[in-house]
């Protein structure tokens, strides 16, 4: 540490965890605070008590400010787990557990809702096809199932806004942050009245909406005590945790994509202009301008390590990546003949298909675990491919991907991922993406530089890039049109009624 060093604060509160990270102004993680679990999901309800988030923060600030001088805080951001919201009485207390973006409660909700709004309508305010995450739907099932408790809520709040209550005393929530509720509408960065009339919810219950970057409160005597933080630091406007990742690898110019390769995969890439599509969901940009086109598969690596741990012994063994690696990169693309459907927990885009399974097909005397590995790989490649390919044939520009997440340390994965799109990959050190786009929001209002792209290309970092090999392109194209096919054959397998 210098002397003189200054620091903003990301504070990441995510499904499982709160972490607190301290950075300076070229983006190096000076200390960091201890992780905190916090995920108590269940069947079909996922919720939480959202003043764990508030303890879990307290946790996480305390252990990172006995790291720094609290003194040389300049400011402090949130990133929070999307899609999750609480319900607070008129004592700032909840008035149940808080949903998060797991729970299905709504799941049978989904459809009639959107049928009785309008689903292109719905779609084109909040940029989200028709889906059960977005809380809008857990919105109208309260309406539907609990009206009593949606009447009694004085405060409608993401984790964001809750904690923002926490640390200066007023809610806020920003545009990125009130953004996957599917209730703001993404042209104005306005909550929509639209929506909220027609589920009766007074506009008085959700918190004011400002800009990501912009100061909008102070941490109070109380909350200094409780996190260690200097009373008076600036607070500014952060967002979403999937928002703050793209800003974290610098996604918010043109041409830039970026891939989270983790438990879910997520990509996407920046547009200057709205476009919808049931290929991705249409996002504010963490930079406020412009919008975030970004594809969603639930599976993700949570389907790769599903695999090991369910058939091939778990990965109790370090050596099994490795091996597995090894026989994975022996293998041609198509993985002789072995393709993969990984909805293991449902389709987000391009079907939307909450009940849609994952399969294995092709499988043959010779097929072992390698061969298993890697079609599954090349279907999660592949599935985020057909979006990218979808957002390019829209005018969108695409010219390098930035990846991040536990898969982006496999070399063979990156391979395939350049291979496929015909894009370089690059991948990102910057392995807490949402605290780091936290922070950048933090070095925005603090003054540290003039605007989101100055910081982002101050503040991000990365490593080695693999370039694709036109040979392989015809053959991943001709596996694409293959794996792309399985979903549509189980559909029609499931709707036989035999002869």
Same mark, same amino acid.
């Given at each position: 540490?210098?002397?003189?060093?200054?620091?903003?604060?990301?504070?990441?509160?995510?499904?499982?965890?709160?972490?607190?990270?301290?950075?300076?102004?070229?983006?190096?993680?000076?200390?960091?605070?201890?992780?905190?679990?916090?995920?108590?999901?269940?069947?079909?309800?996922?919720?939480?008590?959202?003043?764990?988030?508030?303890?879990?923060?307290?946790?996480?600030?305390?252990?990172?400010?006995?790291?720094?001088?609290?003194?040389?805080?300049?400011?402090?951001?949130?990133?929070?787990?999307?899609?999750?919201?609480?319900?607070?009485?008129?004592?700032?207390?909840?008035?149940?557990?808080?949903?998060?973006? /797991?729970? @299905?409660?709504?799941?049978? $909700?989904?459809?009639?809702? !959107? +049928?009785?709004?309008?689903?292109?309508? #719905?779609? &084109?305010?909040?940029?989200?096809?028709?889906?059960?995450?977005?809380?809008?739907?857990?919105?109208?099932?309260?309406?539907?199932?609990?009206?009593?408790?949606?009447?009694?809520?004085?405060?409608?709040?993401?984790?964001?806004?809750?904690?923002?209550?926490?640390?200066?005393?007023?809610?806020?929530?920003?545009?990125?942050?009130?953004?996957?509720?599917?209730?703001?509408?993404?042209?104005?960065?306005?909550?929509?009245?639209?929506?909220?009339?027609?589920?009766?919810?007074?506009?008085?219950?959700?918190?004011? /909406?400002? @800009?990501?970057?912009?100061? $909008?409160?102070?941490?109070? !005597? +109380?909350?200094?005590?409780?996190?260690? #933080?200097? &009373?008076?630091?600036?607070?500014?406007?952060?967002?979403?945790?999937?928002?703050?990742?793209?800003?974290?690898?610098?996604?918010?110019?043109?041409?830039?994509?970026?891939?989270?390769?983790?438990?879910?995969?997520?990509?996407?890439?920046?547009?200057?202009?709205?476009?919808?599509?049931?290929?991705?969901?249409?996002?504010?940009?963490?930079?406020?301008?412009?919008?975030?086109?970004?594809?969603?598969?639930?599976?993700?690596?949570?389907?790769?390590?599903?695999?090991?741990?369910?058939?091939?012994?778990?990965?109790?063994?370090?050596?099994?990546?490795?091996?597995?690696?090894?026989? !994975?990169?022996?293998?041609?693309?198509?993985?002789?003949?072995?393709?993969?459907?990984?909805?293991?927990?449902?389709?987000?885009?391009?079907?939307?298909?909450?009940?849609?399974?994952?399969?294995?097909?092709?499988?043959?005397?010779?097929?072992?675990?390698?061969?298993?590995?890697?079609?599954?790989?090349?279907?999660?490649?592949?599935?985020?491919?057909?979006?990218?390919?979808?957002?390019?044939?829209?005018?969108?520009?695409?010219?390098?991907?930035?990846?991040?997440?536990?898969?982006?340390?496999?070399?063979?994965?990156?391979?395939?991922?350049?291979?496929?799109?015909?894009?370089?990959?690059?991948?990102?050190?910057?392995?807490?993406?949402? !605290?780091?786009?936290?922070?950048?929001?933090?070095?925005?209002?603090?003054?540290?530089?003039?605007?989101?792209?100055?910081?982002?290309?101050?503040?991000?970092?990365?490593?080695?890039?693999?370039?694709?090999?036109?040979?392989?392109?015809?053959?991943?194209?001709?596996?694409?049109?293959?794996?792309?096919?399985?979903?549509?054959?189980?559909?029609?397998?499931?709707?036989?009624?035999?002869?």
């Amino acid at each position: 540490m210098q002397p003189d060093e200054r620091y903003v604060i990301g504070l990441d509160s995510s499904t499982q965890s709160v972490k607190a990270v301290a950075w300076t102004a070229d983006g190096t993680p000076r200390a960091e605070g201890a992780p905190h679990r916090i995920s108590t999901p269940h069947p079909l309800k996922a919720e939480q008590n959202a003043e764990d988030w508030w303890s879990a923060a307290c946790d996480a600030l305390s252990s990172l400010l006995r790291q720094i001088d609290s003194h040389r805080v300049d400011g402090v951001a949130i990133s929070n787990q999307r899609e999750t919201m609480v319900l607070l009485g008129v004592d700032r207390k909840p008035l149940s557990p808080a949903t998060l973006w /797991l729970d @299905r409660r709504a799941q049978d $909700i989904v459809q009639p809702f !959107a +049928d009785e709004f309008g689903s292109e309508r #719905l779609h &084109a305010i909040s940029g989200k096809p028709i889906d059960v995450i977005p809380c809008v739907y857990r919105l109208r099932y309260y309406r539907q199932h609990e009206p009593e408790l949606l009447d009694r809520a004085a405060q409608i709040l993401s984790v964001h806004d809750f904690l923002t209550q926490k640390l200066t005393g007023e809610a806020a929530a920003s545009w990125t942050s009130a953004d996957p509720f599917g209730i703001l509408d993404i042209e104005a960065k306005q909550w929509s009245r639209e929506i909220l009339d027609h589920l009766d919810i007074p506009l008085s219950k959700l918190p004011p /909406l400002h @800009r990501p970057g912009t100061l $909008i409160g102070r941490v109070t !005597a +109380d909350a200094a005590a409780a996190t260690g #933080l200097a &009373a008076g630091v600036p607070v500014y406007a952060g967002g979403g945790d999937g928002h703050c990742a793209g800003l974290g690898v610098n996604v918010i110019e043109p041409g830039v994509v970026y891939l989270n390769l983790g438990t879910a995969v997520v990509g996407g890439c920046w547009t200057p202009t709205r476009k919808l599509s049931r290929y991705w969901r249409t996002l504010v940009s963490p930079s406020g301008e412009g919008y975030l086109l970004e594809s969603c598969q639930r599976g993700g690596a949570y389907f790769v390590n599903w695999l090991l741990d369910t058939f091939a012994g778990g990965r109790s063994d370090p050596a099994i990546f490795e091996r597995l690696e090894a026989e !994975a990169a022996s293998l041609d693309v198509g993985s002789g003949g072995v393709t993969v459907c990984s909805y293991l927990m449902g389709c987000m885009d391009p079907h939307w298909d909450a009940d849609a399974r994952a399969t294995f097909s092709g499988m043959g005397p010779e097929t072992g675990m390698g061969h298993l590995y890697r079609a599954s790989m090349e279907a999660i490649t592949l599935e985020f491919v057909r979006s990218l390919s979808e957002m390019k044939s829209m005018g969108v520009a695409a010219d390098r991907i930035f990846v991040i997440g536990g898969g982006a340390g496999s070399a063979l994965w990156r391979q395939m991922i350049a291979d496929a799109s015909g894009l370089p990959v690059i991948r990102s050190l910057s392995n807490e993406a949402s !605290a780091l786009g936290a922070g950048m929001s933090a070095a925005i209002g603090a003054g540290w530089y003039g605007h989101f792209g100055e910081a982002a290309g101050a503040m991000s970092r990365l490593a080695e890039q693999i370039d694709p090999r036109p040979a392989a392109a015809q053959a991943w194209a001709a596996l694409s049109r293959r794996q792309a096919n399985l979903y549509q054959a189980t559909r029609r397998l499931d709707a036989y009624d035999g002869p």
